[in-house]
C-alpha cells in the first residue's frame, strides 16, 4: 500500500521560492519507483487542479499553464521523492498541496484520476 507526504510548505512573501518534497510514509510497503506523480492544488474557495505530473519512467512532466515558468517537478528515485520548485511565488498561489498517484498507469489532468494522496502541506504567499 502506497502512503505519501508532502513536506516543505510554510509561509513565503511575493517573488519567493519554496521546495516541497512529496515522499513515501513510514507506513508505506510500496515506493514511489513505478509511480506517476502529480501536483494538485487546493486554492481557498476553488476547486482543487492539477498544476503537474511527472512520470516514473521517462521523468516527463506536464505543467498547467499558470505555473508553466516559474513552478519545476523533479524526482530522485534513489531517494524516493519527488520534488515540486516553486519560484516567483503570487498570492494566487496560496492553498494546499498535495502530491498524489493516478489510479491508472498514466498522467491525467483530472483531480478525479488520482486515487491516492498524501495529507498536504499548507504554501501561504503574502503580498
Known amino acids: 500500500q502506497l502512503q505519501l507526504v508532502e513536506s516543505g510548505g510554510g509561509l513565503v512573501q511575493t517573488g519567493g521560492s519554496l521546495r516541497l518534497s512529496c515522499t513515501t510514509s513510514?507506513?508505506?510497503?510500496?515506493?514511489?519507483?513505478?509511480?506517476?506523480i502529480a501536483w494538485i492544488r487546493q486554492a481557498p474557495g476553488k476547486e482543487r487542479e492539477v498544476l503537474s505530473c511527472i512520470t516514473y519512467n521517462t521523468g516527463s512532466v506536464e505543467y498547467l499553464d499558470s505555473v508553466k515558468g516559474r513552478f519545476t517537478v523533479s524526482r530522485d528515485n534513489a531517494e524516493n521523492t519527488v520534488f515540486l520548485q516553486m519560484n516567483n511565488l503570487q498570492p494566487e498561489d496560496t492553498g494546499i498541496y498535495y502530491c498524489a498517484a493516478p489510479r491508472r498507469s498514466y498522467c491525467s489532468g483530472y483531480v478525479e484520476s488520482y486515487s491516492i494522496w498524501g495529507q498536504g502541506t499548507q504554501v501561504t504567499v503574502s503580498s
Open positions: 513510514g507506513a508505506s510497503t510500496d515506493t514511489l519507483d513505478f509511480r506517476h
